[in-house]
């Protein structure tokens, strides 16, 4: 369990990136809907657009489970083909967004600045930002992680108000931690990059910080509980081992224990 100071509830969420077809992501959500969620914390989950409507109508109204979409463009609407608005994964049954994926980033042009636009209209549109930040691999082996992903946060939070900051949910995602290829960060890497993003959270919300600061990149059931020891994490993003509804339920029980609500 974490020290007193714990900031609940204990996010934990998982994006199922290019996963699922729509009678896979309905099971999932069938899965989780009749299982018992602990509590003190706060689950979520990112279909694919195609299934986010068939998500939304498999989970209870009752549910706690957030539902999120793994991107959006920043236009209300018109001339932008293969791209879908806010309102429109809003319309779908998304609640927050995901913005700025490194693979967004890598392989679809996501740059610093299209992040902030996202990230306002995301806000714009009522949807909560889960703004996605990390260092490349040469980055963290030059001491330089801090720095970057300051710059990226900074960057992402620039088109928002600090009462809007206040809002936001920000995902610490070091680039060689992530998929299969990637190790996970251990606690000690990870602690002074995120102390650093609460600290410009703060700095930029006018003393309040971010709604919640995630840890991702290949988090598992061995690792989950040491990552979430440290005070300014306050969640988990998790991608393969929760593709599964078994794998989420169990990371949601150890999410649990770290929020240490009997
Ligand atoms: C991710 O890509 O955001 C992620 C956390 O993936 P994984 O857990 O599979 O490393």
């Known amino acids: ?80 083909t293969g791209e879908v608005s806010m309102r429109m994964v809003g ?4 609640r927050l967004v995901e913005i700025g994926h490194s693979e967004r980033r890598q392989h679809h042009a996501e740059t610093d600045e299209t992040v902030a636009l996202k990230a306002r209209a995301a806000v714009d549109a009522g949807l909560m930002p889960l703004i996605c930040v990390g260092e490349p691999v040469d980055v963290h082996e030059a001491g330089e992680a801090i720095e970057f992903v300051s710059s990226q946060v900074r960057a992402a939070l620039g088109r928002l108000s600090s009462t809007e900051v206040s809002g936001v949910l920000i995902a610490y ?12 960060a251990t606690p000690t890497e990870v602690a002074p990059v995120v102390s650093e993003l609460a600290r410009v959270a703060r700095e930029v919300s006018g003393g309040v910080g971010c709604r919640a ?21 306050d969640g988990l993003f998790v991608g393969r081992a929760a593709w599964t509804p078994e794998g989420f339920l169990r990371l949601a029980a150890i999410a649990a224990e770290a929020a240490g609500v009997p």
């Open 1 to 80: 369990m974490r020290g007193t100071d714990v900031k609940l509830p204990v996010w934990i969420g998982t994006s199922w990136k290019m996963t699922k077809t729509i009678a896979e992501a309905r099971a999932y959500i069938e899965h989780i809907a009749t299982a018992e969620l602990p509590a003190g914390i706060q689950p979520f989950v990112i279909p694919a657009h195609t299934s986010l409507a068939a998500a939304r109508d498999a989970l209870p109204a009752e549910s706690p489970v957030l539902l999120g979409a793994q991107n959006a463009h920043w236009g209300p609407e018109g001339a932008g």
């Open 91 to 94: 319309d779908a049954g998304a």
């Open 173 to 184: 995602e070091p680039i060689w931690a992530i998929g299969e290829h990637g190790r996970p």
């Open 213 to 233: 600061l995630l840890y991702g990149g290949s988090v598992d059931e061995a690792n989950a509980a040491d990552l979430l020891l440290d005070a300014n994490t």
